[in-house]
C-alpha cells in the first residue's frame, strides 16, 4: 500500500465514521475497515471505479465532490478525507469548506508543486513541469489547481482553518512541517498531509 | 388461458384495510420461488415486478411460454444467483396473473368485478406480500429488489417493515411519481378507455376485449421504456419488408411495425382492467407526501443496506430521482450505495443484457450476503 495511504490510517482512530472522497478503487476504504474497523463510505467519480468498490463489498456513492457533498449533514462523519484532489476542483475554497462542514475532522493530502524537481523543470526547460506524480501535459491534465506544500499553509489563515497536524512524505519518509523547516519541506516533499478543522 | 394449474397460489385469510378505506380478506396472492430456503431462513430475496411483470421472474413462464421477464438476472449463477438465494415474487393485487383483481368474481354479487375492484395502492401491495414471509416463517428477508413499480414497492416496503429486509435495492425508480409519470399513465388509461369494447370495464361479462385500446396503451408505454438513441440505432428510418414509401398509412417503418407487434403480443397476456388499476397505483405513489414532504423519515428506522441504481438513458425515472432517495438516505447517515450504470436501453435497461448493471447488482449482493 502507498506511504500516503498508511500515513492517513495512522490518523484515524478507531471505530469512527470515515467519509473518503474521490475514493478511488477504495483501496483506503479497505484498509481502513480491516486496521481500525471504521464506518467506511465513499464518493467516487468514476463509474468503473465505483463498480470496483461495490466488488469489493464497499459503501461507495458515484458522485461529484462539488455537487454531492451537500447532501450530508453538518459533522455527520468523525474524518472526511480528501486524497490528492484538490487540485482538481473548480473551486478547491468551496470543496474544503464543505469538507470542514461535513467532517469533524478533515485529511487532505496535497501534491507539492514546490518540489525542487518542479522548479527546476520550469526553470530550465522553461515548459510547464513533467514529473512521476504529475505526468500530464498543461493542456491535458485534470490538476487545474496546484498549490505548494506553503500555498497550503497561507490558504489556511486566508479561507480560516485550523492546521492539527501537518506531514511531509520525502522519499517515502514521513516527517513533520513546522514554521521553521517550511522552506525546507516546501523545496523537497513530494506529498504534504494535513490534519485540518474548522 | 387455462393458467389456474401452473399457479401457486396462497389464500390470505388476514383482513387487510386498503388505503381506499375498504377491507379485504380471503383473497389470493399468487406467486413462485426459486432456489430453495435454506435451514436458518435467512437467505430468501423477495423480488417485486414493475407494471406488466407477473411472478414468473425466470425460466419459461408456464403461461405465455416465453422466457420469465428478469431471465437475465434471476437463475443459478446470475446475478440474483437462485444456487444462493431463494427467490419469491408475488402477482401485484390489482394484476392480472392469478392475484386478486379486477378479473376475479366478486362472491357477494357473483359477478366481474372490472371497475368496481378497489382502487389499490402500492403500499397496499406491499402489505399483501408482507404475508408471504409469515408463509414460509421467514423472519428476515436477506434482500428486496425491484426495478421500476418494482422499486416502488421495494421502498415501500422497507418503510412499513424496516427489520424485515437486510438489504434493499431500489433500481430505477422513484419515491414520487412525477407529473409526466402521470400524464403517460393517463394516456394508456384514456386508450383503454376510448376503445367502445371496454364498455366501463365490463367487457369480461360482455365477452369481448378492449384489445386496441390496451394495444396502443403498451405502444405509447413502449416508447418511453426506450431511449431516443436506442430507437435511432436499432430502428432509424428503416422501412418495413419494402423498398419504397407506400404513400398510405400502413406500417411503412420498422419502428411502426415493431410497436404493433409490442401492443398485439401484449394483448394476449394482460388484462385492460388490471392496467388501469396497476397504472393508478403508481401514480397515487409519494412516499415523500406520505411522509409529510420529508423523504428520510420514510427510512429512519431501518438499519438495512440500500444499493440504488440508475440507468443514464432512462428518461422514465431519471437519475436525479434516484438521486433524491440516495440524498435522503445519505441525510440521516443510512448506509447506502449508489451507482448510475451507462446504457443506451433506456428505461428497460434493468431487463435487458446490460453486463455493468448485471455485474453490479451480483457484487452488491454476494458482498453482502457474505458480510451479513
Not at chain 2, 425466470?58 to 431471465?71: F, Q
Not at chain 2, 371497475?115 to 428477508?141: G, R, S, Y
Request: hydrophobic residues 40%; glycine residues 6%.
Amino acid at each position: 500500500m502507498k506511504t500516503e495511504y498508511k500515513i492517513i490510517v495512522d490518523l484515524i482512530e478507531e471505530k469512527t465514521r470515515v467519509l473518503d472522497v474521490g475514493c478511488d478503487d477504495g483501496t483506503l476504504m479497505e484498509s481502513l475497515k480491516k486496521n481500525k474497523n471504521v464506518d467506511a463510505r465513499g464518493i467516487e467519480i468514476s463509474k468503473d471505479k465505483v463498480q470496483t468498490c461495490v466488488s469489493k463489498g464497499l459503501t461507495v456513492i458515484e458522485g461529484n465532490a462539488e455537487l454531492d457533498l451537500k447532501q450530508f449533514p453538518n459533522d455527520s462523519f468523525d474524518y472526511v478525507v480528501l486524497g490528492q484532489t484538490l487540485q482538481a476542483f473548480i473551486n478547491p475554497e468551496i470543496v474544503i469548506k464543505e469538507l470542514l462542514r461535513v467532517g469533524k475532522k478533515t485529511i487532505i493530502t496535497v501534491p507539492n508543486f514546490g518540489h525542487w524537481k518542479v522548479r527546476l523543470n520550469l526553470l530550465i526547460k522553461g515548459t510547464m513541469p513533467i514529473t512521476e506524480s504529475l505526468p500530464n501535459d498543461w493542456y491535458n491534465t485534470p490538476n487545474i489547481h496546484m498549490c505548494t506544500i506553503k500555498d497550503f499553509v497561507k490558504f489556511s489563515k486566508i479561507i480560516n482553518f485550523k492546521i492539527f497536524k501537518s506531514l511531509a512524505l520525502t522519499n517515502k519518509n514521513i516527517s513533520n512541517i513546522n514554521n521553521s523547516n517550511l522552506f525546507y519541506k516546501n523545496l523537497f516533499a513530494e506529498l504534504g498531509i494535513f490534519l485540518i478543522e474548522k | 388461458m387455462n393458467i389456474k394449474e401452473n399457479i401457486k397460489t396462497l389464500v390470505i385469510k388476514k383482513p387487510l384495510k386498503l388505503d381506499c378505506g375498504k377491507t379485504i380478506n380471503n383473497f389470493p396472492l399468487a406467486y413462485e420461488t426459486y432456489g430453495s430456503l435454506n435451514k436458518n431462513k435467512d437467505n430468501a430475496i423477495l423480488v417485486f415486478h414493475a407494471l406488466t411483470g407477473d411472478q414468473f421472474v425466470t425460466g419459461i413462464n408456464p403461461v405465455t411460454k416465453k422466457d420469465g421477464w428478469w431471465s437475465y438476472a434471476v437463475g443459478p449463477n446470475k446475478s440474483i444467483d437462485t444456487n444462493k438465494y431463494f427467490v419469491i415474487c408475488a402477482n401485484v393485487i390489482g394484476g392480472c396473473m392469478g392475484s386478486f383483481g379486477p378479473s376475479h368474481k366478486n362472491p357477494d354479487t357473483n359477478k366481474i368485478y372490472g371497475t368496481d375492484f378497489p382502487v389499490i395502492t402500492i403500499n397496499d401491495m406491499v402489505n399483501a406480500q408482507v404475508n408471504l414471509l409469515d408463509h414460509f416463517e421467514i423472519k428476515k428477508l436477506f434482500s428486496v429488489v425491484g426495478g421500476s413499480m418494482g422499486g416502488m414497492q421495494v421502498l415501500q416496503f422497507i418503510s412499513n417493515f424496516p427489520d424485515k429486509a437486510s438489504t434493499v435495492v431500489p433500481i430505477a425508480c422513484t419515491a414520487s411519481h412525477s407529473a409526466q409519470n402521470i400524464a403517460f399513465n393517463e394516456l394508456g388509461r384514456q386508450a383503454i378507455a376510448s376503445d367502445h369494447n371496454w364498455s366501463d370495464g365490463k367487457y369480461l361479462s360482455n365477452n369481448t376485449l378492449p384489445d386496441k385500446g390496451l394495444s396502443v396503451a403498451r405502444m405509447a408505454a413502449h416508447i418511453t421504456y426506450l431511449s431516443k438513441k436506442g430507437l435511432q440505432e436499432k430502428f432509424g428510418r428503416k422501412l418495413q419488408e419494402r423498398d419504397a414509401l407506400k404513400f398510405g398509412f400502413d406500417a411503412d417503418f420498422q419502428i411502426e411495425s415493431y410497436l404493433r407487434y409490442q401492443g398485439s403480443v401484449f394483448v394476449d397476456r394482460f388484462d385492460a382492467n388490471s392496467y388501469l388499476y396497476i397504472t393508478r397505483a403508481m401514480d397515487y405513489f409519494d412516499l415523500v407526501k406520505q411522509f409529510d414532504g420529508n423523504l428520510s423519515n420514510a427510512f429512519k428506522k431501518t438499519k438495512a443496506k440500500f444499493f440504488v441504481i440508475s440507468f443514464t438513458s432512462d428518461w422514465l425515472y431519471p437519475t436525479q430521482e434516484n438521486k433524491d432517495i440516495v440524498i435522503a438516505l445519505n441525510a440521516i447517515g443510512a448506509d447506502v450505495g449508489f451507482v448510475e450504470i451507462k446504457s443506451d436501453k433506456g428505461h428497460d435497461s434493468f431487463l435487458l443484457d446490460v453486463p455493468d448493471f448485471l455485474k453490479t447488482l451480483k457484487n452488491f449482493l454476494d458482498k453482502s450476503y457474505i458480510e451479513r
